[in-house]
């Protein structure tokens, strides 16, 4: 193999390696993306768990108090 044939194959292998980071960098930031919006969609659950948690305490009193 002549050194023209391994600086040709050098250069298709760097190539493939920074389409290769490309697509890594790409898929990395979609996953950051995907990542923060379960975050946010988690804290909005919790606020959602913690308004029916108080409710259901309220409950729990009214119901204490009936049973007295």
């Known amino acids: 193999m002549t050194i023209d044939e391994r600086l040709d194959r050098l250069v298709e292998r760097h190539e493939a ?7 890594h960098d790409k898929q ?4 950051t993306t995907l990542v923060t919006d379960i975050s946010h969609g988690i ?5 959602v768990v913690e308004a029916h948690e108080q409710r259901l305490d309220s409950h729990e009193h009214r ?4 049973e007295q």
């Not at 390696?17 to 697509?23: A, C, D, F, G, P």
């Open 43 to 47: 804290a909005r659950l919790l606020h």
């Open 28 to 31: 990395i930031g979609e996953l």
């Open 63 to 66: 119901i204490d108090r009936l």
């Open 17 to 23: 390696l920074t389409l290769s980071v490309e697509l």
